[in-house]
Every structure is written in structure tokens, then in C-alpha cells.
């Protein structure tokens, strides 16, 4: 029996990896774990077992890991205790799949205001991985399509202007429940040790695109005005760390001019087409009506 516990499964990507495994059909009582810091509030299906553990403190770690097989990891404490929790991961399990980020990839949107903290933290979680000795998968996710719930959301509920920099920017967000598709792959299968997936959706959109899309798929005519980069990092700031704001207008502003970068590797592992950011917004169209 391959015991998979799931780190950072009350996250976006965690949780769909932890529903789409319970849908695998497989015994899932047995099969699923998922850590939590507060098991009683992480809200998730009866059939996981969640179990306590923090990141930070990894005495806490080997209960959660006892028994288990393999590993999905999406980071969610400081640098600090990086190296700590890996040691201890390392000790139980066989395989681990880490959500990373495509900060590698030669293009532009990807390679601006580089390096930050967070590619600095993954690239240190990925050598140490490399260092233990365990199975690796590493994923890495292009720009988020549930960003847009963040970015643009707010606004398009409480009107018809969205108020945004960069707008001819493109990307190709990819559907959170593809990424986790390929993590499930990743887990229940054999022949993606050493493997290093960059995932994109299947669309170079602008962000004047995607926002007009979801205009069309709630039936409204949103008017879309472009903001000066200094006007966004101050909007933004209140919403995400300083780091976090420079990283993506510098991106935006690296990536005007040419298509986004797209691969078809969702396809390739699920055997599926990646979902567009249509198929996304008309599945979350409740999220954007006031």
C-alpha cells in the first residue's frame, strides 16, 4: 500500500491533490494522510486521516510520517526550517513530489527580479531533496488561473472597472486542479523519478484577455483601465509582502511583447488536455457575482 501524506493540503493545490486522490478510487483510509497544525479546523474529508504536525518544529514531524510511503510537499513555513523538516522527511519516506516554481525556465516572466526569497527557498529545498536520497518529483506551476479570485476579484464584485498594470501582458495560467492531476500521477506512479515538470495552461492570454473573459462568462461588460506600475505596488501592497509585488510587475513588464511560455506537459502525464482559463472561469463564475 503506498501511504501518501499530504503537507500544506488545507492549501488550494494540497486540498485538490487530496480530493483527486480520494476520486482515484483507491482505499483511501489507509492511504491518504494529510499534516495539519490544527487537525480539528484543516476541514477536510472524513475518509483522510489528519494528523498534528508543524513544519517548525519538526520533533513533531515523525508521528505524521510514520508508515508513510510518499510525500507531497507544498512549503508553507519560514526558511528557517527547511533543513530541519527535510532531515526528518527524509528518514521515512521513499518518494517526494515538491511543488516548486519554474524559476529555472528561460523566459523572461519567469527569469525577472531574479533571484527572490521564494526561487532562493525552493532552490534550497530542491538540493536538499537531490542530497537525501529519496525519489524526487519536482513540479513547477506557470502563473495560478485562482489568481485572478485575488487579483481581480475584489473589484469585479464591487463594479464594472478593474483597475490593473500591465495589461498586455501575457501568460498561460494553468487550472490548479491540472497541477494537482499531475502531482497524483506523480505519487501513484512509477516513471517520473528525477522528473521536472514546468506547467503552464494550453493559452497565451493577456491579462486584458483573462479579465475579459470572465466578464463574458457572467454576462457583464467590465471596463478594464491600465494603472502605472507605482500606482499598482502601492494597491498591491496591501494585499502581499514587497517581494512578492516586485516579482510580478517585474515579470509582467519583462514579458510584453511576446507570447507566454506553454508546454504540453498536462496533457502528457494525464493523458487530458490542461483546462483553459475559460473552463476555469466558468467554474468559478460564482466568485466574481457580487
Not at 486540498?15 to 483511501?28: D, I, Y
Not at 527572490?116 to 529545498?125: C, D, G, K, Q, W
Not at 522528473?195 to 494550453?202: D, M, N, Q, R, S
Not at 493559452?203 to 471596463?223: D, P, Y
Amino acid at each position: 500500500m503506498n501511504r501518501i501524506l499530504v503537507i500544506g493540503a488545507s492549501g488550494g493545490v494540497g486540498r485538490l491533490v487530496v480530493t483527486q486522490l480520494l476520486a482515484s478510487g483507491a482505499s483511501v483510509t489507509a492511504l491518504v494522510r494529510a499534516l495539519s497544525r490544527n487537525p480539528q479546523s484543516a476541514g477536510l474529508p472524513p475518509e483522510v486521516e489528519v494528523v498534528a504536525g508543524d513544519l517548525t518544529a519538526p520533533g513533531t514531524l515523525d508521528e505524521c510520517l510514520n508508515g508513510v510511503d510518499s510525500v507531497f510537499m507544498v512549503w508553507t513555513a519560514p526558511a528557517a526550517a527547511v533543513a530541519p523538516a527535510m532531515e526528518r522527511i527524509a528518514k521515512h519516506v521513499r518518494r517526494i513530489v515538491f511543488l516548486s516554481s519554474p524559476y529555472q525556465t528561460a523566459h523572461p516572466l519567469f527569469q525577472a527580479n531574479q533571484p527572490n526569497p521564494m526561487s532562493l527557498m525552493h532552490a534550497e529545498i530542491e538540493r536538499l531533496i537531490r542530497a537525501s536520497g529519496l525519489v524526487w518529483t519536482f513540479l513547477r506551476p506557470g502563473m495560478f488561473a485562482s489568481n485572478a479570485r485575488f487579483w481581480w476579484g475584489p473589484q469585479i464584485r464591487a463594479g464594472d472597472v478593474v483597475r490593473w498594470p500591465y495589461v498586455a501582458s501575457p501568460t498561460a495560467p494553468i487550472d490548479d486542479r491540472d497541477i494537482a492531476a499531475v502531482a497524483v500521477r506523480a505519487l501513484c506512479e512509477d516513471g517520473h523519478a528525477g522528473a521536472e515538470y514546468v506547467l503552464t495552461g494550453p493559452q497565451s492570454l493577456s491579462q486584458f484577455e483573462q479579465i475579459s473573459t470572465i466578464g463574458a462568462v457572467i454576462g457583464r461588460s467590465l471596463r478594464i483601465e491600465e494603472i502605472s506600475p507605482a500606482e499598482a505596488r502601492r494597491e498591491l501592497l496591501a494585499l502581499m509582502p514587497a517581494f512578492v509585488v516586485n516579482m510580478l510587475l517585474d515579470a509582467w513588464a519583462a514579458a510584453i511583447g511576446q507570447p507566454a511560455f506553454m508546454t504540453s506537459t498536462v496533457a502528457e502525464i494525464t493523458g487530458a488536455p490542461a483546462r483553459t482559463f475559460r473552463d476555469w472561469a466558468i467554474d468559478h463564475a460564482a466568485e466574481f457575482r457580487a
